[in-house]
């Protein structure tokens, strides 16, 4: 093997972790963007089995690779991201390419246009290698409920886990009990987790980026609201949805979203003031940080791995100096609740276009236009979508608005309120847990209904998508079973650098390990027959 | 800043009849029903069926109306209210559909300058208050050519609120009392329009027209203030002027629709909820579609679009870039003259009756085309006023034209009118002229005049022989003049005339005619 190829294969796990890492390479030479591009496509041909992707765009993925490798002859890169392979979770917009929203009614949609980031990162030189899986249109948070099948945490195939779990002498089949990523952009958190990318696209409504980051020990970030176009995003709740970052570094994070942040025209929603391309800087002094932490969210839920994690994090920046004091956000409680009202509101609304009229799937059935629509609505739509219209449409009939909608709004308000007072008393950001524990495995998951499983699941993470406030995921350390567990920063509205800054400070103190998938990438087509057995036996 | 124009279309309305009977058992003017048009808001007025308690036989009742009016006028700007597809009447099917109007999923909408600039502005013509924060709501029902599933409206906080159109029209004897009537404007919203929905009886198929989707419309809400379809059609027709005094603006369905309705109580029918379309071939409403009973939209805010801000000069924010920001004092100075001031400048400056000064402005171009005769001519005001409202708005009635299409121009009316001005052609004449000019064959009317020898006989001397034969010719009627028959004079005035082929002007020939009977 030429030194070249050694030298790559060795830092695609290892040095190569970060993006801005092998942009380096690739400006140095030491690899092409045609090289890389094709690794992480075969990549994702071993890791097929975790079904993170729903599309690969291979044909697009060389030849936008082609176009960076003649940049790079010429000198003439683009940037950070020219010839950096990435993914896109299949809700957003990409023109020429399927965008599914892991849901029938969107089978075989193609859109003529591109979301907004999607294009910001091609014009970037970004490599796309494809559309990654979903919960049916962003709804849930595991990953688990979109047509194309659940999604497998990598980590399930991790040395990590897979030497915890010997130790523990199960004597049950490994393959059958793999995790889940969480989600909704599992997929993007899969994809980027298995090295099949650098950076990946979610999307975050309550969580639905950090969730799968801290899942799948990854860097997950949830921009301000109205600091990242959402045009071409196809919504779940307008007024809270925002494009999401997976990468596997804060570093990254800080690049993608110099990228892709400022005002859209195409989004009103989008703020005006221009926004300055993010340097990052190394943090060395934390003793003029305050650190907040939400009494609330100590909840019995909480799992005690995660709470010992969460206290260790705090006396960890106490330690160098930083004030950690309790705060309260006294409406916290009530936020699930009033995410429920609301989201299903704006969901009813949102998915009244898809009538199998202009786009999508349409039924048989022509007896009239009405009959059509109910029939098509059903066929294109699971179980968790319908009843979260039919939810949505009850809050907002004229007899209900008040009662819930309006009221629901109303606490929202409270809900944001509880976040600037907190601010205003001087925190700079708050720390919490993202999740309530590790991954689960997927038979473990689904004794519970999507509903329930959302409800719990976005507890710490969807009150920051109620105040429109940039929040990250930041992985911490490996749970006594070798998953990783994450904490989250919330920052103050569209002070998103700050956030990142912090978040990478805590990085380089916690060391967050490598997932060390070598066995899966060396032996991947046995783990490959296995998973389809397993597959066919979870479902009888 | 040019002005938006607006064109008025489709008209929906709200009607409120009541019964009125001899015990007075329902209050005159009380609401008790209406019908609202599909895709336009909830009625202020309650929605119950007509006739509830009795239904009424034939002739027992006396029908009061209460007119209230929701009137949509299209906003003619060049691109739609919430994308950049472009506005245009009668291009390609779905020629003009942006991915927003197609409701491509990820699509947001992104409010339109224009639009706004033209709701503002028909706000101050109609003394509303403009709202400085306004909201933009979601109304949902499921249709075909409503791709989105909802329609973006202004239901919570509209643009403008609490504004009055004064209507005037003339009445009493010979029409000449002008009386003043005030409609109070609720409210003006933006809207956007839906698409078209084309259905195929034969094949039982329905084809859908997206062109008109997304389009920008006013809503203009006029609360129940008009007590006949007389006085809703005088109020959409002055709303329709100051429309046009800031664009353009065409359509009127309330007198039929208002008939209808009476007849079918009367008949013991029931007015359903629904939405009528005035079709102008007809001259008459048609149903358009079922209102599916109690229709209830799920209003909810549009949370693409953040509350739409405007300013005045006290509250511009310092340093605004002026391509952001609305100031609706600065529209407010540039807004055009309204109708009620130009009829009261046509009466003052030229002495106008004030029912001509309406007339003037009722026909679409007629001001126009009489202030171009004033531009070229000498002739008297009154004169013009007279030749325009009667000669040419005649013909023009007669031949069921629109101004526009007058075959003749303001140029020749003036000229001919100059002609007239300066005694070188009779009335007579000038009406033969005019006629002439009408059939259109390219001539001038001085041409018309040299053609056909109309001009007057000047030649004094020529005119006292002619005076001098008729005499010699009858001397029987000389005589009875001299008799004291005073209609006598008249016969030899005639036959001088005749003598002249009426080239002669009556009152030089009696001058002459007399002068030489005294002698």
Redesign the interface.
């Known amino acids: 093997m030429p030194l070249k190829r050694m030298h790559f294969q060795f830092c695609l796990q290892t040095s190569y972790k970060a993006a801005i890492k092998v942009s380096a390479a690739l400006k140095q030479g030491h690899i092409t963007p045609t090289e890389l591009c094709q690794k992480c496509l075969s990549i994702i041909k071993k890791t097929k089995f975790l079904n993170a992707y729903i599309t690969v765009s291979e044909e697009v993925a060389l030849k936008q690779a082609e176009e960076s490798e003649k940049r790079y002859k010429k000198g003439h890169s683009l940037g950070d991201l020219d010839g950096i392979p990435i993914a896109v979770k299949d809700n ?2 990409t023109s020429g390419i399927e965008t599914t ?1 892991a849901s029938n009614m ?1 089978r075989g ?1 193609v ?3 591109n ?1 907004t980031v999607v294009q910001k990162l091609l014009d970037q030189g970004a490599l796309l290698m494809g559309k990654t899986n979903l919960d049916e249109f962003a709804m849930g948070s595991g990953s688990t409920d979109g047509v194309f099948g659940p999604v497998k945490n990598p980590w399930s195939y991790s040395k990590q886990y897979r030497e915890k779990r010997k130790q523990k002498s199960h004597c049950e089949n490994e393959d059958s009990n793999w995790l889940i990523t969480g989600g909704s952009s599992g997929g993007s958190a899969a994809a980027v987790s298995a090295f099949t990318c650098f950076a990946a696209l979610g999307s975050d409504t309550g969580g639905s980026t950090r969730n799968p980051a801290a899942h799948c020990g990854l860097v997950g970030l949830k921009p301000s609201y109205g600091l990242v176009s ?6 779940l ?3 809270m949805d925002v494009p999401g970052i997976l990468t596997r570094c804060v570093d990254d994070a800080a690049i993608v979203l110099g990228v892709l942040a400022g005002h859209d ?5 989008t703020i ?1 003031d221009p926004v300055k391309p993010f340097v990052l800087p190394s943090l060395t002094d934390v003793s003029k940080l305050c650190i907040g932490i939400p009494k609330e969210y100590l909840t019995p839920e909480l799992s005690s791995e995660v709470r010992s994690l969460w206290s260790k994090a705090a006396n960890l920046f106490e330690s160098e100096g930083a004030k950690v004091i309790e705060v309260s956000l006294p409406h916290t409680s009530y936020s699930i609740v009033c995410y429920h009202v609301l989201c299903t ?2 969901v ?2 949102n ?5 199998g ?3 999508g799937h349409r039924c048989d059935i022509d007896v009239s ?2 009959a059509m ?1 109910a029939a098509t609505r059903r066929e294109g739509f699971n179980d968790v979508v319908r009843g979260r219209i039919l939810s949505g ?1 009850f809050f ?3 007899e209900n ?1 008040e009662n819930y ?1 309006v009221k629901a709004q109303k606490v929202r308000r409270l809900i944001a309120n509880d976040f600037v007072t907190v601010f205003n008393s001087g925190v700079d950001v708050l720390l919490t847990p993202t999740t309530l524990s590790e991954a689960v495995p997927y038979t473990e998951f689904i004794k519970e209904d999507n509903r329930t499983r959302s409800a719990q699941d976005d507890i710490f993470t969807q009150a920051a998508n109620m105040a429109g406030l940039p929040a990250v995921s930041v992985p911490m350390a490996l749970s006594n079973q070798g998953l990783p567990i994450g904490l989250q920063f919330i920052g103050r509205a569209f002070c998103d650098q700050e956030l990142l800054t912090i978040a990478k400070w805590f990085e380089k103190q916690v060391q967050f390990p490598v997932i060390q998938l070598q066995e899966l990438m060396d032996d991947c087509s046995s783990v490959f027959e296995n998973e389809k057995l397993a597959s066919v036996s979870l479902k009888q | 800043m040019a002005a938006p124009m607006l064109r008025l279309c489709c008209p929906g309305r709200r009607w409120a009849l009541a019964c009125i009977d001899g015990c007075s058992r329902h209050r005159r003017g009380a609401p008790n029903g209406c019908t609202s048009s599909r895709r336009r808001g909830q009625s202020s007025v309650a929605q119950q069926p007509f006739i509830t308690a009795q239904k009424p036989r034939k002739g027992e009742h006396e029908w009061a109306a209460v007119v209230g009016l929701e009137i949509h006028a299209q906003i003619s700007s060049k691109s739609k209210l919430f994308s950049g597809s472009q506005v245009h009447f009668a291009a390609p099917p779905n020629s003009l559909v942006s991915f927003f109007d197609a409701s491509l999923p990820g699509t947001l909408p992104v409010l339109n300058r224009r639009c706004v600039e033209a709701a503002v502005m028909t706000g101050l013509a109609l003394n509303c208050r403009i709202n400085k924060k306004s909201l933009f709501d979601r109304k949902h029902y499921f249709y075909a050519d409503l791709p989105a599933g909802y329609q973006i409206t202004q239901q919570r906080l509209p643009i403008a609120v609490n504004g009055s159109l004064v209507y005037s029209f003339c009445a009493g004897k010979n029409r000449s009392q002008v009386i003043n009537k005030t409609a109070r404007v609720k409210q003006i919203q933006l809207e956007q329009d839906s698409g078209k929905s084309l259905h195929d009886d034969l094949r039982s198929q329905t084809l859908i027209d997206l062109n008109r989707a997304g389009v920008g419309l006013l809503e203009v809400v006029l609360e129940p203030d008009m007590s006949c379809g007389e006085e809703a059609a005088t109020a959409v027709r002055e709303l329709q002027l100051i429309l046009q005094a800031l664009g353009t603006s065409q359509a009127n369905m309330a007198d039929y629709e208002i008939q209808r309705q009476i007849n079918e109580l009367e008949n013991g029918g029931e007015i359903l909820n629904e939405t009528r379309s005035f079709d102008s071939k007809l001259g008459c409403t048609i149903p358009m579609r079922d209102k599916e009973g109690k229709q209830d939209y799920r209003f909810m805010p549009e949370p693409n679009l953040p509350p739409l801000l405007l300013y005045d000069t006290e509250s511009l924010p310092a340093g605004a870039d002026p391509q952001q920001v609305i100031d609706i004092d600065r529209i407010r100075e540039q807004l055009p003259e309204l109708p009620s001031v130009t009829r009261e400048k046509l009466v003052q400056q030229y002495g106008m009756l004030p029912e001509h000064s309406f007339t003037l402005l009722n026909e679409v171009g007629l001001l126009e085309f009489f202030q171009n005769v004033m531009k070229e001519t000498r002739a008297e005001p009154k004169k013009v006023t007279s030749w325009v409202l009667n000669t040419l708005l005649g013909f023009l009635k007669q031949q069921n034209l629109a101004v526009s299409e007058s075959p003749v121009t303001p140029s020749a009316l003036a000229e001919l009118l100059n002609l007239l001005d300066r005694k070188a052609i009779s009335s007579s004449a000038a009406k033969q002229v005019f006629e002439e000019l009408w059939r259109n064959e390219g001539k001038t009317p001085a041409q018309i005049v040299s053609e056909k020898k109309l001009e007057l006989m000047q030649d004094q001397e020529a005119l006292e022989q002619l005076c001098h034969a008729v005499m010699e010719g009858h001397p029987q009627v000389v005589m009875d003049v001299k008799k004291g028959n005073p209609r006598a004079i008249n016969k030899l005035i005639g036959l001088v005339r005749k003598a002249t082929l009426s080239r002669a002007d009556p009152t030089v020939i009696k001058e002459i005619l007399e002068k030489k009977l005294a002698s």
């Open positions: 957003f917009s929203c969107l949609y859109p003529p246009y979301a959402r045009h071409g995003l196809i919504p709740v307008n007024s025209p195409k989004d009103s929603t005006q509101s704006e009813a609304s998915m009244a276009r898809f009538d009229l202009e786009y236009t009405e629509y449409n907002l009939l004229k608005y909608f």
